[in-house]
T-cell receptor, first 114, second 111 residues
Framework: DVKVTQSSRYLVKRTGEKVFLECVQDMDHENMFWYRQDPGLGLRLIYFSYDVKMKEKGDIPEGYSVSREKKERFSLILESASTNQTSMYLC?????????????FGAGSRLTVL | DAKTTQPPSMDCAEGRAANLPCNHSTISGNEYVYWYRQIHSQGPQYIIHGLKNNETNEMASLIITEDRKSSTLILPHATLRDTAVYYCIALYGGSQGNLIFGKGTKLSVKP
């Protein structure tokens, strides 16, 4: 089974801090994604990457950046955390385009910004 | 991607089959139907997906109507650990990952 591992399950940070959320997948998948999930808003796509060093903006990229230096690792960076970035962050990966392929999620990282 | 409609909640007795319906009346020919579930405070877990034919795996069965306007997820012998929110998603085959999770169905399996 594909494993998508997110480095931190729970984080508490202060406003203005730089935050790194790390995600690693072990199945050589091409595509990796970062979502955030908020009550009443569902999942929203922040960024995705379809290859090493490649990235594409999703629906809500403002306030975030990403890094993909190696195929298995996709990092989400909050340059200066704000309280409205308190959320559950979900990393996912898939081999190719969705449809015939399955998106596999990590366990999630719950970030609280004080 | 087509919009999907699910009942907000359902109950099921432990050991019985859970049948979760989903309407996707505007689905197009190249949109897949996916089912995921999410247990509180965890990431969504893939269950099953299909295009036209019924599908079965070790977790569940997916029944898609002939006109593809609706589908049913069947958990054949529900256990307490199947209590979760279940999401039905219609997704274009060439999509790059913009899954739109609606509100889903909160399934409560009771002893």
């Amino acid at each position: 089974d594909v494993k998508v591992t997110q480095s931190s399950r729970y984080l508490v940070k202060r406003t203005g801090e730089k935050v790194f959320l790390e995600c690693v997948q072990d199945m050589d998948h091409e595509n990796m994604f970062w979502y955030r999930q908020d009550p009443g808003l569902g999942l929203r796509l922040i960024y995705f990457s379809y290859d090493v060093k490649m990235k594409e903006k999703g629906d809500i990229p403002e306030g975030y950046s990403v890094s993909r230096e190696k195929k298995e690792r996709f990092s989400l960076i909050l340059e200066s955390a704000s309280t409205n970035q308190t959320s559950m962050y979900l990393c996912a990966s898939t081999e190719g385009l969705l449809g015939a392929n399955v998106l596999t999620f990590g366990a999630g990282s719950r970030l609280t910004v004080l | 991607d087509a919009k999907t409609t699910q009942p907000p909640s359902m109950d099921c007795a432990e050991g019985r089959a859970a049948n979760l319906p989903c309407n996707h009346s505007t689905i197009s020919g190249n949109e897949y139907v996916y089912w995921y579930r999410q247990i509180h405070s965890q990431g969504p877990q893939y269950i099953i997906h299909g295009l036209k034919n019924n599908e079965t795996n070790e977790m569940a069965s997916l029944i898609i109507t002939e006109d593809r306007k609706s589908s049913t997820l069947i958990l054949p012998h529900a256990t307490l650990r199947d209590t979760a929110v279940y999401y039905c998603i219609a997704l274009y085959g060439g999509s790059q990952g913009n899954l739109i999770f609606g509100k889903g169905t909160k399934l409560s399996v009771k002893p």
